[in-house]
């Protein structure tokens, strides 16, 4: 089992930036992938950014590409979505999820441990 506790989320207004955090604990977080989703209010969770263990493979939405980036610290067992240039657009729970290889996949259902979410909300 692993446990994934997200924060950094806050009100923010438009073109501004947030960092978020994921923190996972319990068995290893070695090797592991991981996922970064959204989900706005009547919508679907929908895929944001994801890479692999050691960082070298990552994929993006087209929606967030050049504004996000996703990066990890394997030794503090963190995991990072840099925001920027953000829009009302990107107003959701924020979502990290983890799988334990690496496929670059944007489905949900194929991660599988989640965290709790935390909130961005995105003011114009």
């Known amino acids: 089992q692993v446990q994934l506790v997200e924060s950094g989320g806050g009100l923010v207004q438009a073109g501004g930036s947030l960092r978020l955090s994921c923190v996972a604990s319990?068995?290893?977080?070695?090797?592991?992938?991981v996922g970064w989703f959204r989900q706005a209010p009547g919508k679907e969770r929908e895929f944001v950014a994801t890479?692999?263990?050691?960082?070298?493979?990552?994929k993006y939405a087209d929606s967030v590409k050049g504004r996000f980036t996703i990066s990890r610290d394997n030794a503090k067992n963190t995991v990072y979505l840099q925001m920027n240039s953000l829009k009302p657009e990107d107003t959701a729970v924020y979502y990290c999820?983890?799988?334990?290889?690496?496929?670059?996949?944007?489905?949900?259902?194929?991660?599988?441990?989640w965290g709790q979410g935390t909130q961005v909300t995105v003011s114009s």
């Open positions: 999820a983890v799988v334990a290889q690496y496929s670059g996949s944007t489905d949900r259902d194929d991660y599988d441990y």
């Open positions: 319990g068995r290893t977080f070695s090797g592991y992938a």
């Open positions: 890479n692999s263990w050691s960082g070298r493979s990552t």
